[in-house]
């Protein structure tokens, strides 16, 4: 297997009028669940859900977040949200990187650092072998 892999996924998401503040945009906290979105999207178009992780006796909390906002979204836009993730062999972390779009408009970039964890003891772990299969996949080259 080669060393790094890059892989991204796009998810489109529309803006409830729940996630918008007294302004009429979109509250600033509200973008890190649209990283979630992304993220939990991309891993399940790579058919590693993030409940087979957890099966596996693997956790992947935020560790770090970064939220670049650009331009405001409002209720009902249509946004896209393309998470990439460069797969390194043997990293203890994996990092997301995030650009939340409007058409041609950028709304939002940023990325998230993920630990693995062991679900048990809750201490670092290497990856988990389910995680590394993904990537020797055919389809996820």
Same mark, same amino acid.
């Given at each position: 297997?080669?060393?790094?892999?890059?892989?991204?996924?796009?998810?489109?998401?529309?803006?409830?009028?729940?996630?918008?503040? &007294?302004?009429?945009?979109?509250?600033?906290?509200? !973008?890190?669940?649209?990283? /979630? @979105?992304?993220? %939990?999207?991309?891993?399940? =178009?790579?058919?590693?859900?993030?409940?087979?992780?957890?099966?596996?006796?693997?956790?992947?909390?935020?560790?770090?977040? &970064?939220?670049?906002?650009?331009?405001?979204?409002? !209720?009902?836009?249509?946004? /896209? @949200?393309?998470? %990439?993730?460069?797969?390194? =062999?043997?990293?203890?972390?994996?990092?997301?990187?995030?650009?939340?779009?409007?058409?041609?408009?950028?709304?939002?970039?940023?990325?998230?650092?993920?630990?693995?964890?062991?679900?048990?003891?809750?201490?670092?772990?290497?990856?988990?072998?389910?995680?590394?299969?993904?990537?020797?996949?055919?389809?996820?080259?």
């Amino acid at each position: 297997m080669s060393q790094t892999k890059t892989i991204s996924h796009t998810s489109t998401v529309r803006v409830r009028y729940a996630d918008t503040d &007294k302004m009429g945009v979109v509250y600033n906290g509200n !973008y890190l669940t649209y990283f /979630e @979105i992304g993220r %939990t999207e991309l891993l399940r =178009a790579i058919k590693l859900p993030y409940s087979e992780l957890e099966k596996s006796g693997c956790l992947l909390p935020v560790s770090e977040a &970064k939220i670049k906002y650009k331009t405001p979204a409002v !209720y009902d836009d249509i946004l /896209e @949200i393309t998470a %990439t993730f460069e797969y390194l =062999a043997n990293s203890a972390t994996i990092t997301i990187e995030y650009n939340i779009t409007r058409g041609t408009d950028c709304i939002a970039e940023g990325y998230t650092i993920h630990p693995f964890l062991n679900a048990m003891t809750r201490r670092p772990m290497r990856p988990p072998k389910i995680f590394i299969d993904t990537f020797e996949r055919p389809e996820n080259i």
